[in-house]
């Protein structure tokens, strides 16, 4: 189950197994949610994702733009070195910035 709690000022939202077109439905509503309102500062804690596939990384791009749009940013923690590889062969290691774990991701607001 997605999980969504604030580290500090910051939205964390935890990610299941999976980040594919099939679970869409139910992760982009709670993920699309961080970014309404005040300034959009959302970590996406990867560490029990364990399959993403196109569609899940696309919406990566597009929930990091909408929050670059509104001078925020989406940060990635934790991913798995399946994860992280999918990440650097597609090039979103390069969009998004990945930090080893969520107080990390969290922390890189800050500076």
């Keep these: 189950m997605t999980q969504h709690y604030q580290q500090g000022c910051v ?31 959302l970590v996406i804690d990867l560490r029990r994702l364990r399959l993403i596939d196109s569609s899940g990384l696309e919406l990566l791009h597009q929930l990091h733009t909408q929050a670059l749009r509104r001078g925020g940013a989406v940060h990635l923690a934790a991913p798995s070195p399946l994860i992280r590889d999918v990440m650097r062969i ?22």
């Design 11 to 41: 939205d964390v939202v935890q990610l299941d197994e999976r980040l594919t077109g099939d679970e869409l439905p139910t992760i982009e509503p709670v993920l699309s949610a961080t970014l309404t309102g005040r300034l959009p500062q």
């Design 90 to 111: 597609t090039g979103m290691d390069q969009e998004l910035a990945v930090h080893r774990d969520v107080v990390a991701a969290a922390g890189a607001f800050a500076l």
